[in-house]
T-cell receptor
Framework: QKEVEQDPGPLSVPEGAIVSLNCTYS??????FMWYRQYSRKGPELLMY????GNKEDGRFTAQVDKSSKYISLFIRDSQPSDSATYLC???????????FGAGTRLTVKP | DVKVTQSSRYLVKRTGEKVFLECVQD?????MFWYRQDPGLGLRLIYF???????EKGDIPEGYSVSREKKERFSLILESASTNQTSMYLC??????????FGSGTRLTVV
């Protein structure tokens, strides 16, 4: 079993839809959780960074962490074609050099 | 903004060649990383460095070596390139906390 599981998709939604992206994990020591967005032919860029359980909101993006279920989510409200990208979850136990990444979910938002 | 620059976007090399991938960051970050990214496998850590001349093996170091002679520069070396090293290579840097900043990647093809 992989430490971090992420459905690769692809996921296709119409513009304006609410998008839900998810990851599950097996290591209960993880306490730092991140979401990265990767456009085609580019490197990943950090989108959201959260510590421990709870929600964090930034504009149209909301990150949720449920440590009891070992489950994290990224919600995108009012999705736009510019949100079309691959989204990678990542997590770390010590917050330093032990990051583990999901395989990424490819999202397409159609106009 | 922190910038991580990878010297080549695309490289084509022959089997058995020695290959150098260069990465430079401009924000005085302590930690630097080399990942490879393959479809369905996500990002896998090859090597990382937490200081000049210091290096640590990641999950898949076989067939690779690294060099960090200056704080801003982290090089990945493929001693004798093989076709199974065809991949997207991503360099990243990080201060002592927070998420990673990635370069745009080098797509290496070994023929």
């Amino acid at each position: 079993q992989k430490e971090v599981e992420q459905d690769p998709g692809p996921l296709s939604v119409p513009e304006g839809a609410i998008v839900s992206l998810n990851c599950t994990y097996s290591n209960s020591a993880f306490q730092y959780f991140m979401w990265y967005r990767q456009y085609s032919r580019k490197g990943p860029e950090l989108l959201m960074y959260t510590y421990s359980s709870g929600n964090k909101e930034d504009g149209r993006f909301t990150a949720q962490v449920d440590k009891s279920s070992k489950y994290i989510s990224l919600f995108i409200r009012d999705s736009q074609p510019s949100d079309s990208a691959t989204y990678l979850c990542a997590m770390s136990a010590r917050g330093n050099n032990d990051m583990r990444f999901g395989a990424g979910t490819r999202l397409t938002v159609k106009p | 903004d922190v910038k991580v620059t990878q010297s080549s976007r695309y490289l084509v090399k022959r089997t058995g060649e020695k290959v150098f991938l260069e990465c430079v960051q401009d924000m005085d970050h302590e930690n630097m990383f080399w990942y490879r990214q393959d479809p369905g496998l996500g990002l896998r850590l090859i090597y990382f460095s937490y200081d000049v001349k210091m290096k640590e093996k990641g999950d898949i170091p076989e067939g690779y070596s690294v060099s960090r002679e200056k704080k801003e520069r982290f090089s990945l070396i493929l001693e004798s390139a093989s076709t199974n090293q065809t991949s997207m290579y991503l360099c990243a840097s990080r201060q002592n906390s927070g998420g990673y900043t990635f370069g745009s990647g080098t797509r290496l093809t070994v023929v």
